[in-house]
């Protein structure tokens, strides 16, 4: 039987103009994918995974982007240079999306119902109950019941995982035949990433849906994917099947690749060493109801009563699923969000400093937030953002001495010093994860929380 090839990337090619002249980030680019099939893009960070899948859909910053060659065929028909109005057609209909960063994919401004709906809306032509009845089913398929009662919600009310399957059901709604999921699991806990994969996989074989996978994780490409490439400096240095790819890889940039997947044991640390962070009957409540005079009526209680400590060089995992209260307790016992309890460090208690003796004692503890892209200002250079603890904490250091120490943070999470004075939206998804690690760790702190 005739293979259907539903999505057919020939010698693609995509530039950017850059104020120092124009920058080529993907070169040469081919691929296919047939019905029912999974294809993944590996690669490090900027190696032009998601800027590829972005071009799919046309998506890319023109004409600040370009591509001086290359097409991208689907039904029979080039997508690039094609008009907004015949994209659009395409974008959420025959062509899903699931975005790499849920947080800032997701408009602030509407509820989840609102945003789920909006496909339905704009390429069905669904009355306002009939958009209601299948946002209710996309969210018992993306594993959201309890959000069926909160239909309202707005997505900074959301977990990071629940947040990320809102835009997973978003991307589902037309039941498109094309589906590019952009580190589709990164944000969800094991047992919901599990589902999710399960789910897309299920969905896949019932409508014969074609997949585009851009991933870091080797564990979801040998679980999805049929045929893998591999990307690096925008160009596909080794692809096949997955099986083989992975079991006979031929080039050293796969080997290396391969080997890099995280092992071993966590260091020792000194467990007579007293606690530096200590929790102790932590809760954290927040208002759900008011009564009409704007006074509390219920409450939801996020975190609940819990202790732990830490101790200097102690790895502490704080597990489990979307939505349990995970990274409320860790803004809780940084002191970033009000809570009830004990919390000390270094055996100060935190709830009897002074404003200005808590933001002193910022610089020991610093955290690194769960969505890099919403954490970092649009409107500052990385150098800024990477120097910003400098120019707080201290603020007596020259300018060549604090520039020095930028430098040498951006060297250490594998960032090249050169791209210091470029803005956060030129960087891929895994670079501004490590801008907002040299952000962390510039100040030398003694406790750093990983979201």
Same mark, same amino acid.
């Given at each position: 039987m005739a293979k259907e090839v539903l999505i057919d990337v020939k010698d693609l090619a995509i530039d950017f103009k850059t104020p120092n002249g124009v920058f080529e980030a993907v070169r040469d680019v081919s691929f296919e994918i047939e019905k029912g099939k999974t294809l993944a893009l590996v690669g490090e960070s900027g190696s032009g995974k998601s800027i590829t899948a972005l071009s799919i859909l046309q998506l890319l910053p023109y004409p600040m982007a370009s591509h001086p060659k290359g097409e991208i065929v689907?039904?029979?028909?080039?997508?690039?240079?094609?008009? &907004?109005? *015949?994209? *659009?057609?395409? +974008? @959420?209909?025959?062509? @899903?999306?699931?975005?790499?960063?849920?947080?800032?994919? /997701?408009?602030?401004?509407?509820?989840?119902?609102?945003?789920?709906?909006?496909?339905?809306? /704009?390429?069905?032509?669904?009355?306002?109950?009939?958009?209601?009845?299948?946002?209710? &089913?996309?969210?018992?398929?993306?594993?959201?019941?309890?959000?069926?009662? +909160?239909? @309202?919600?707005?997505?900074?009310?959301?977990?990071?995982?629940?947040?990320? +399957?809102?835009?997973?059901?978003?991307?589902?709604?037309?039941?498109?035949d094309i589906l590019i999921a952009d580190e589709p699991t990164t944000a969800l806990d094991v047992t919901v990433q599990a589902q999710i994969l399960d789910l897309l996989l299920d969905i896949q074989k019932k409508l014969g849906m074609a997949i585009l996978l851009i991933t870091h994780d080797f564990g979801v490409v040998k679980k999805m994917a049929h045929k893998v490439c591999v990307m690096k400096k925008g160009n596909i240095v080794e692809k096949g099947l997955t099986k083989t790819v992975f079991s006979k890889p031929k080039h050293d940039y796969t080997k290396m690749l391969l080997d890099s997947e995280p092992s071993g044991s966590p260091k020792a640390y000194n467990k007579k060493a007293p606690a530096i962070l200590m929790g102790e009957n932590v809760k954290v409540s927040f208002v759900k109801d008011k009564t009409f005079f704007g006074r509390a009526k219920n409450f939801v209680h996020a975190v609940n009563d819990i202790s732990l400590d830490l101790k200097p060089g102690e790895t502490l995992g704080i597990v489990g699923e979307s939505g349990s209260g995970k990274t409320t307790l860790a803004m809780a016992l940084l002191k970033l969000i009000g809570s009830e309890g004990r919390i000390k460090f270094e055996e100060r208690e935190l709830s009897n400093l002074s404003s200005k003796e808590m933001r002193a004692l910022r610089s020991d503890f610093q955290v690194v937030f769960q969505d890099p892209y919403g954490s970092l200002s649009p409107r500052m250079t990385v150098a800024q953002i990477i120097a910003e603890g400098l120019t707080v904490h201290e603020p007596n250091l020259k300018k060549k001495e604090r520039d020095a120490r930028v430098v040498s943070i951006m060297e250490e999470v594998g960032l090249d010093p050169e791209t210091r004075h470029r803005y956060p939206h030129e960087f891929s998804g895994g670079q501004r994860q490590r801008i907002s690690i040299a952000r962390a760790m510039i100040l030398k702190p003694k406790v750093v929380l990983l979201d």
């Open positions: 689907i039904d029979d028909e080039n997508v690039v240079g094609m008009s &907004e109005r *015949r994209i *659009r057609k395409i +974008r @959420g209909n025959k062509v @899903g999306m699931i975005f790499q960063e849920p947080m800032t994919s /997701l408009n602030p401004l509407h509820n989840i119902e609102k945003q789920i709906s909006e496909p339905l809306f /704009l390429h069905r032509g669904y009355s306002k109950k009939q958009a209601k009845e299948r946002v209710l &089913e996309l969210l018992d398929l993306v594993g959201l019941p309890m959000l069926k009662s +909160r239909l @309202g919600a707005f997505p900074h009310e959301l977990s990071g995982g629940q947040r990320q +399957r809102v835009m997973i059901a978003m991307a589902l709604a037309n039941e498109p």
